[in-house]
């Protein structure tokens, strides 16, 4: 039951496009069509931006984005906002009922 | 619209137990999974426990294995987190979440601050 790996940041300007990787392992991530993103504001609830690698729940802008290749999923996001400042992790199913959480990517809009 | 409300957090000493609470509304509450998932200071997200919705599947992680039972309500569409044994490793805010299914969540609570010191 070991976390995804996650970088520990990201940055970007405004506008701009930035990817936050995710990387597990075939007994994980690479199993399963079950990677989500979520979004974190300081002292808030997670919000869920992506699930099933790269389905977004309604209300969810087009802006983030979600893939996978292989062992390693990923989060995309574009024309970057203020406001996109938060915390983002990624989970995947583990197998036997788990489910893994990675690190954390704490995104900076420069 | 779904809420989820945590109650039951508090400062315990090592060793000790508490009993953490989720009050859910706003949907069929029996027709859902629900999770424990927690976050220690500063620190990133992690899967607690979930249950089925006949509270007769339960599955936890390997930390809390023996220390921790899952259990609801479906009277009182209620969720609980019994958790005894308590350590300093298992002070964190707790939230409850509602599984969306695929292992996603995307109905939580606010979360309960549960800090375990002498």
């Known amino acids: 039951q070991s976390a995804l790996t996650q970088p520990p940041s990201a940055s970007g300007s405004p506008g701009q496009s930035v990817t936050i990787s995710c990387a597990g392992t075939s007994s994980d991530v690479g199993g399963y069509d079950s990677v989500s993103w979520y979004q974190q504001h300081p002292n808030k609830a997670p919000r869920l931006l992506i699930y099933?690698?790269?389905k977004r729940p309604s209300g969810v802008p087009a802006r983030f984005s979600g893939s996978k290749s292989g062992n390693t999923a990923s989060l995309t996001v574009s024309g970057l906002q203020a406001a996109d400042e938060a915390d983002y992790y990624c989970?995947?199913?583990?197998?036997?009922?788990?489910?893994?959480f990675g690190g954390g990517t704490k995104l900076t809009v420069l | 619209e779904v809420q989820l409300e945590e109650s039951g957090g508090g400062l315990v000493q090592p060793g000790g137990s508490l009993r953490l609470s989720c009050a859910a509304s706003g949907f069929t509450f029996n027709n859902f999974w629900l999770s424990w998932v927690r976050q220690a200071p500063g620190k990133g997200l992690e899967w607690v426990a979930n249950i089925n919705q006949d509270g007769r599947e339960k599955f936890y992680v390997d930390s809390v294995k023996g220390r921790f039972t899952i259990s609801r309500d479906n009277a009182k569409n209620s969720l609980f987190l019994q958790m005894s044994s308590l350590r300093a490793e298992d002070t964190a805010v707790y939230y409850c979440?509602?599984?969306?299914?695929?292992?996603?969540?995307?109905?939580w609570g606010r979360g309960t601050l549960v800090t375990v010191s002498s």
């Open positions: 099933e690698v790269y």
């Open positions: 989970s995947s199913y583990g197998g036997n009922n788990n489910v893994l």
């Open positions: 979440a509602r599984d969306s299914g695929s292992a996603s969540y995307y109905s």
